[in-house]
Structure formats: structure tokens, C-alpha cells
């Protein structure tokens, strides 16, 4: 049966950094764009970034350029989201996505069960 495993989040201060992780299992991540979506408590969902399959393709939303860094590891099955200069606003749960193609198409077939970070002083 398919699995993510999110992890890395946590508590950080501004200006600091995180890495989350998403490790697969029961599915092989090779065939899929990955994806990091954010959610805050009363917010609509936003996306982070994404990942095609082969790591040719990389996007990211205008708020996190410049400080989010999207990488994946295929023999690991992994995929990974280091996050520096965070924001209070990064304040968020972070979750992993599986898109329905190899490209980021923005259809997302799989999701993990999310990870927290909280960004504050």
C-alpha cells in the first residue's frame, strides 16, 4: 500500500531553516512529479513547489523563491524541501503530493499526512 512519510518540521526562529523530507513507500516516486503544498489554520491551500520526475523541471511559487529549495532522491525514494530565511508566514502544514504524471501537471494523486512548521520568535 503507498505511503508518505513527512518529516523535518518543527519549530524554528526567523530567519532559520528547515529541512523537510518525504519518503515513499509501496510506489515507486520515479514515474511521478512531486509536489509540496502548504496549508495555515484558516487559509486555502497553497502550492510550494515541484519536482518532475527526472528533476529536469523545478517550479516554485513567487513567495518562497529564493529561500525554498525543492530536491529529490530517486534511489531513496525521497523527496526534500530545504527551507532558509523562514518567515512567520511559512507557518504552515506542509504536505507531500504525488502528481498523476511525471510533469507538474498540478493533479495530485497521492498526499502524505502532512508536517508542521512553526516559524515565530
Known amino acids: 500500500q503507498w505511503k508518505f512519510v513527512e518529516s523535518g518540521g518543527g519549530a524554528a526562529q526567523p530567519g532559520g531553516s528547515l529541512t523537510l523530507s518525504c519518503a515513499a513507500s509501496g510506489f515507486t516516486l520515479d514515474y511521478y512529479a512531486v509536489g509540496w503544498i502548504r496549508q495555515a489554520p484558516g487559509e486555502e491551500r497553497e502550492q510550494v513547489s515541484c519536482i518532475s520526475s527526472t528533476g529536469a523541471t523545478i517550479t516554485y511559487a513567487e513567495f518562497v523563491k529564493g529561500r525554498f529549495t525543492i530536491s529529490r532522491d530517486n534511489a531513496k525514494n525521497t523527496v526534500y524541501l530545504q527551507m532558509n530565511n523562514l518567515r512567520p508566514e511559512d507557518t504552515a502544514n506542509y504536505y507531500c503530493?504525488?502528481?498523476?504524471?511525471?510533469?507538474?501537471?498540478?493533479?495530485?494523486?497521492?498526499w502524505g499526512e502532512g508536517t508542521q512548521v512553526t516559524v515565530s520568535s
Open positions: 503530493v504525488a502528481d498523476s504524471q511525471d510533469y507538474c501537471s498540478g493533479f495530485y494523486d497521492y
